[in-house]
T-cell receptor
Framework: GAGVSQSPSNKVTEKGKDVELRCDPI?????LYWYRQSLGQGLEFLIY????????KSGLPSDRFSAERTGGSVSTLTIQRTQQEDSAVYLC?????????????FGEGSWLTVV | AQSVSQHNHHVILSEAASLELGCNYS??????LFWYVQYPGQHLQLLLK??????LVKGIKGFEAEFIKSKFSFNLRKPSVQWSDTAEYFC???????????FGAGTRLAVHP
């Protein structure tokens, strides 16, 4: 597609439920990133994929968070047993391989509210 | 650990005023540097980037930034702001060899007509 596509754009869930957030990167982009933007905070790195593997998952805040990528394309971020502090905008981004001066393009985000 | 500092959290200007937003990073090696902008209700967009070459980088909408290696800085400037520049601005660093962007906390700019 023309840009990074994320779904859902908004999600309200009850505390304790699991949620899945989806990201469709720009076609041909091998690198994919998940970031989290909380109210009043900057962007917090969560995980980076190169192809289907995740060489850097250092930003995942707890074992309730996981992500996968299949076919070198679509990625899913899963949050299990959601907590109120998980409320944030979850941003997906993609690029050609990093370290080669390529720009990272961001999607519009999935706004998660845990009540 | 690598970090990015944006000195101003909130800036309020009148139209036609000049703008300079500070950005400093902590990393001693080769870096790629970026400024992103987030207009109200929109997603992050790239304003400009520096990878190598001329340290004065020109971006979209009249913005520019200067990379000063000795000061570990990459300040964003615009000679004359417009109301439509009201947005949040993020400085980001991609330290050499690392496959992620490290963002500053952002600066909210409000431009009054």
């Amino acid at each position: 597609g023309a840009g990074v596509s994320q779904s859902p754009s908004n999600k309200v869930t009850e505390k304790g439920k699991d949620v899945e957030l989806r990201c469709d990167p720009i076609s041909g982009h091998t690198a994919l990133y998940w970031y989290r933007q909380s109210l009043g905070q900057g962007l917090e790195f969560l995980i980076y994929f190169q192809g289907n593997s995740a060489p850097d998952k250092s930003g995942l805040p707890s074992d309730r968070f996981s992500a996968e990528r299949t076919g070198g394309s679509v990625s899913t971020l899963t949050i299990q047993r959601t907590q109120q502090e998980d409320s944030a905008v979850y941003l997906c981004a993609s690029s050609f391989p990093q370290g080669q001066g390529n720009t990272i393009y961001f999607g519009e985000g999935s706004w998660l509210t845990v009540v | 650990a690598q970090s990015v500092s944006q000195h101003n959290h909130h800036v309020i200007l009148s139209e036609a005023a000049s703008l300079e937003l500070g950005c400093n990073y902590s990393y001693g090696g080769t870096v790629n540097l970026f400024w992103y902008v987030q207009y109200p209700g929109q997603h992050l967009q790239l304003l400009l980037k520096y990878f190598s070459g001329d340290p004065l980088v020109k971006g979209i909408k009249g913005f520019e930034a200067e990379f000063i290696k000795s000061k570990f800085s990459f300040n964003l400037r615009k000679p004359s702001v417009q109301w439509s520049d009201t947005a949040e601005y993020f400085c980001a660093v991609n330290p050499g060899g690392y496959n992620k962007l490290i963002f500053g906390a952002g600066t909210r700019l409000a431009v009054h007509p």
